[in-house]
């Protein structure tokens, strides 16, 4: 059974960092690329970053280039999300997914969500 689990979000103020991780299991991690999307309150799903395997390519969204990015661990079946320069607009709760996807997805496969809420 395909499992994947979010931690790492939080509450925190404009500018600030945080580092989202996604433990998976059930698949061959190393042989399968992965995807964050996030859904703000209200909207749909919004692709943010995908990784290829083992490491590349990468890919982000222009709302998140510059400021996020995506790694992976493949010794440890997770991955990673290191978010800087936080801004209120990315406050939603963040997923990540199994496959490598074009901004359009689709994201059939992914976890239970952590909350990042970035507010002064």
């Known amino acids: 059974e395909v499992q994947l689990v979010e931690s790492g979000g939080g509450l925190v103020q404009p500018g600030e960092s945080l580092r989202l991780s996604c433990a998976a299991s059930?698949?061959?991690?190393?042989?399968?690329?992965m995807t964050w999307v996030r859904q703000a309150p209200g909207k749909g799903l919004e692709w943010v970053s995908s990784?290829?395997?083992?490491?590349?390519?990468?890919s982000y969204a222009a709302s998140v280039k510059g400021r996020f990015t995506i790694s992976r661990d493949n010794a440890k079946n997770t991955l990673f999300l290191q978010m800087s320069s936080l801004k209120a607009e990315d406050t939603a709760v963040y997923y990540c997914?199994?496959?490598?996807?074009?901004?359009?997805?689709?994201?059939?496969?992914r976890g239970q969500g952590t909350q990042v809420t970035v507010s002064s």
């Open positions: 059930g698949f061959t991690f190393s042989d399968t690329g």
């Open positions: 997914a199994k496959g490598f996807t074009s901004s359009s997805g689709p994201w059939p496969v």
């Open positions: 990784i290829g395997r083992p490491n590349f390519p990468r």
